[in-house]
T-cell receptor, first 118, second 111 residues
């Protein structure tokens, strides 16, 4: 089955640091990937849609200059949290949809990245 | 804003009993999916039901979809301790293929 790998799984860093999270589709090409954010005991909130070769589409209320998304290849999207602050601490999850099988396919999720800003 | 609303928010049942979780959504959908998440982990896809389907089974899982009421339910039969997790419904919208998650149900199976 389709596999999405997310790295790192856990990062702790000082306030003001920029942190890059990678999302890779290992056995399929993903023209579109999605980035979600999840606070403890809450649901996933869609942050942005990452489109290969073009600009990401951000959801309302998500700062594009704060959360930089780059989708430079068909198997890799990156999310960079710039100048991170404690309020950016959260669980970040990416997903990608496999292209086979026509419409209505499930998304495949990475295992998430727990970001803790001190 | 999130489209899905789930109830109950939390559910504790005895092992062996059936667990039912409900989900409602707001707009037209392509399909509705159910995911499971163990604490601090990523999501695992459980089952997908298309908008033209009414019921689907997969092992101990049974999902129903009522597009007229914009609602879905997930039934887990003969629950096991290992079923303890959070369960989310996720509606894939017709308009832009985005997947919007419900608030989730925290299921706790008591031994």
């Amino acid at each position: 089955g389709a596999v999405v790998s997310q790295h790192p799984s856990w990062v702790i860093c000082k306030s003001g640091t920029s942190v890059k999270i990678e999302c890779r589709s290992l056995d399929f090409q993903a023209t579109t990937m999605f980035w979600y954010r999840q606070f403890p005991k809450q649901s996933l909130m869609l942050m942005a849609t990452s489109n290969e070769g073009s600009k990401a589409t951000y959801e309302q209320g998500v700062e594009k200059d704060k959360f930089l998304i780059n989708h430079a290849s068909l198997t890799l999207s990156t999310l960079t949290v710039t100048s991170a602050h404690p309020e950016d601490s959260s669980f970040y999850i990416c997903s990608a949809r496999a292209p086979w099988g026509g419409g209505g396919q499930p998304q495949h999720f990475g295992d998430g990245t727990r970001l803790s800003i001190l | 804003s999130q489209q899905g609303e789930e109830d109950p928010q939390a559910l504790s049942i005895q092992e062996g009993e059936n667990a039912t979780m409900n989900c409602s959504y707001k707009t037209s959908i392509n399909n509705l999916q159910w995911y499971r998440q163990n604490s601090g982990r990523g999501l695992v896809h459980l089952i997908l039901i298309r908008s033209n389907e009414r019921e689907k089974h997969s092992g101990r899982l049974r999902v129903t979809l009522d597009t007229s009421k914009k609602s879905s339910s997930l039934l887990i039969t003969a629950s096991r301790a290992a079923d303890t997790a959070s369960y989310f419904c996720a509606a894939q919208t017709n308009r832009d293929d985005k997947i919007i998650f419900g608030k989730g149900t925290r299921l706790h199976i008591l031994p």
